[in-house]
């Protein structure tokens, strides 16, 4: 008697809504180093950017794999988790409609979106930040790249 085999499908639309759900997105121009960026943020908003190696994200074939950093601060006595992902490595993007961005910045938290706009407002005046702005994570291909 010949048994079904039984198909799995990973919802990944399902995955990406639990994922951003209270999450906010920056995407930041800048030209600045990830650490020297990272260095900033800490200054200005008393945070503390730490590189997560294990959380790097890699894209690639085996012949050539580009990894791209990924730094977080979480503070301490309060759900806030900040997220700092570099987008470009040698011409390379990971997220390719973002062409003009080269950082997103992750804020998560049930008031993400309304922390987001006060930090926008200080990014805006900083002289070493080229262009920021608040992301739709609608409009952002290959968003599941993001998700840690």
């Excluded at 759900?21 to 943020?41: F, Q, R, T, V, W």
């Excluded at 997220?83 to 993007?93: A, F, G, P, R, S």
Aim: aromatic share 12%; glycine share 2%; charged share 25%.
């Amino acid at each position: 008697m010949a048994t079904a085999k039984k198909i799995l499908k990973l919802d990944i639309f399902a995955i990406e809504e639990d994922f951003f759900e209270n999450k906010a997105l920056i995407g930041i121009s800048s030209d600045k180093p990830i650490y020297a960026l990272c260095h900033l943020l800490n200054q200005a908003f008393q945070l503390s950017f730490l590189r997560k190696p294990k959380l790097d994200l890699t894209i690639g074939k085996k012949t050539e794999q580009f990894t791209f950093a990924v730094y977080q601060s979480l503070v301490s006595r309060t759900a806030y988790c900040y997220t700092l992902y570099k987008l470009k490595v040698d011409e390379v993007l990971l997220l390719p409609n973002l062409r003009n961005i080269d950082y997103i910045w992750m804020i998560a938290n049930e008031d993400a979106e309304k922390r987001a706009l006060q930090y926008l407002k200080v990014l805006r005046k900083m002289p070493e930040v080229q262009f920021v702005s608040l992301l739709e994570k609608d409009k952002i291909k290959n968003i599941e790249y993001l998700i840690l």
